[in-house]
């Protein structure tokens, strides 16, 4: 199995910056694409950014700009980094991986995991 843990939330100004970090661990043979999505109160979860391991980046167009995502393939984590935060950017973050892992008999087995969420607030 691969888990991961999403770290570096908090409460911010507008305007201040944060620093998300995913890491991934298990056993994991590779991992394709990382992807940061969010879920504030009664509203849907939506996709933040993503980034393929050839460095390929997909951006929200209510974050362009403002966030970058990026990866450490040799530390299987990935970050994002947040300026210019707004209150509308408050939400729960949950990174996300899928890849190839390892079964109990040793075959490689697509696999796609999520975090436990971090709590990003921007107050006003």
């Known amino acids: 199995q691969v888990q991961l843990v999403e770290s570096g939330g908090g409460l911010v100004q507008a305007g201040g910056s944060l620093r998300l970090s995913c890491a991934a661990s298990?056993?994991?043979?590779?991992?394709?694409?990382m992807g940061w999505y969010r879920q504030a109160p009664g509203k849907q979860r939506e996709l933040v950014a993503t980034v393929t391991s050839g460095d390929r980046t997909n951006y929200a167009d209510s974050v362009k700009g403002r966030f970058t995502i990026s990866r450490d393939n040799a530390k299987n984590t990935m970050y994002l980094q947040m300026n210019s935060l707004k209150p509308e950017d408050t939400a729960v973050y949950y990174c996300?991986?899928?890849?190839?892992?390892?079964?109990?008999?040793?075959?490689?087995?697509?696999?796609?995991?999520w975090g436990q969420g971090t709590q990003v607030t921007v107050s006003s």
């Open positions: 996300n991986a899928e890849g190839v892992t390892y079964s109990s008999y040793g075959r490689t087995l697509p696999f796609n995991s």
């Open positions: 298990g056993t994991i043979f590779s991992i394709n694409a």
